[in-house]
């Protein structure tokens, strides 16, 4: 792979795999060390590209384990209070329910078991096909669908007993 071509079709998925790193890793930081790590190494490895079949899914792959690698080193990470939100999540034109809502949705996915929370929010959240998503975790589609699935009742099931909760204690 020629820098040209590395610049063109590496360098802008950068922007796609950012909200990968920063879900891992829990900081703007450290989330933009692990994409210029990954660029490095990929980089370095530019000629095997070209052998690639889905680059877009190895770059989330190679994302994935340099986050995985920064977690083993057991840096203590910057970690969001239960309560505090995240001004990175909101447009500014969100009503306040619908913060709320997405807050309440964020706590419920960090909730569930890690190979569900891993699935949904490649799925849910980057918009990853099921192929991209079973080359960057190694698990087969089919399971890739039962965790989704699972993920995505467990979601439902807990926000229904949150707000029939609410609509209950209003009364």
């Known amino acids: 792979m020629t820098e040209t071509e590395f610049k063109t079709n590496v360098l802008p998925l950068g922007r796609n795999v950012y909200p990968l790193a920063r879900r891992m ?8 060390d ?5 660029m490095m190494k990929l980089w370095e490895s530019r000629r095997q590209l070209d052998h690639c079949s889905n680059l877009k899914a190895f770059v989330f792959r190679v994302v994935r384990n340099v986050c995985l690698d920064e977690l083993k080193k057991k840096k203590p990470l910057p970690v969001e ?15 306040h329910e619908e913060q709320e809502m ?3 949705v964020k706590q419920i996915i960090n909730s569930l078991a890690e190979n569900q929370r891993e699935v949904i929010q490649l799925r849910d959240i980057d918009g990853l ?10 698990i087969d589609i089919a399971y ?6 699972r ?8 926000l229904e007993k949150i707000y029939a909760y609410e609509t209950i204690r209003k009364e």
């Not at 890793?25 to 933009?32: H, I, N, P, R, S």
């Not at 096909?129 to 190694?138: G, L, S």
């Not at 890739?144 to 699935?149: E, F, G, Y």
């Open 129 to 138: 096909e099921f192929d991209e998503i079973a080359e960057i975790t190694a």
């Open 34 to 38: 692990a994409i210029q790590q990954s």
């Open 151 to 158: 993920a995505r009742k467990t979601v439902k099931e807990k």
């Open 144 to 149: 890739i669908r039962v965790l989704l699935s």
């Open 102 to 104: 997405v807050a309440i």
């Open 81 to 95: 209070e239960p309560g505090m939100l995240s001004t990175h999540s909101f447009r500014f034109d969100q009503s």
């Open 25 to 32: 890793l829990g900081a703007d930081g450290l989330a933009q």
